[in-house]
């Protein structure tokens, strides 16, 4: 049996705030374990993609840049398999993920979807938001202030004139929910699950881990919070995930964040074994 050829395409690394080096990491180590199971893998960069045209059938991909979606979306529609389909990391842009956990009933906060040209003052007050979430709509967190905590509906206001002013069209606004912040990182049909709270180890982005404080260790259900995790990923089209969860007093659990290919800095050593595999039987089917 020839073995397979795959293409691995790298994620640029502005869509790496403060984790480039952890994205290269585990991009790295899914590429060796792939070679360990005989693949040939051909690694190229998010700009070569999008200058070149990539012949190899089979890709396992970190990208985010729009135009590198859409070309792996065409790629994709050819028949090629493409792991996490470009379909799925673009399901996972903020305004399309909250739409879709919503209309799926899967667990998540309180949230609205609002122009950010318009004044948001009348909608918060009717859904009763005052502490809560600013988020881009139209794409993932690149800077900061993507991702913004606010005290009051004048804060709000005043973020979402400074979205405007920087072309973001639309803003996620999510209730905050008090409770133990919770990390997580998984891959479908793997059994891999890893959590953390990040208050216990400092691990971080942006900083905004703070918000919620030190975790006080409510009860987790964790087979439920699989169970959830599974659920997304599946509406979301995607394999290879992470993301935030907030659990309440009461254990109940929603979900905050979810991504595509996040870098598994806590657990990546463990997780790329996993990956590939994962990418190994996608592409044998």
Known sequence: MKP????????GNIFSPNHIGNDAAIFNLTASCLREKGCIVNEYSEFTLQKENIREQYIFNMVRDLESIHILQNYEKEGRQVVNSAFGIKNCTREKMTRLLLKNKIPHPLSLILPTNEDPTGALEKAGLEHCWIKRGDFHAIHREDVTYVRNRQEACEILKEYAHRGIPTAV????????????????????????????NSHSKFGLEQINGTAKGFTLNLEHLKDVCNQAA?????HIYGGDCIVAETGEVRLIDFNDWPSFAPCREEAAPHIAQRIYELISQ
């Open 4 to 11: 397979f050829i795959i293409a691995g395409i790298t994620r």
């Open 173 to 200: 606004i999510n209730e905050h929910l008090g409770g133990d912040l919770i990390k997580f990182y998984g891959v479908t049909g793997t059994g891999f699950f890893h959590w953390f709270y990040p208050s216990s």
């Open 234 to 238: 599946e509406v979301l089209n995607i």
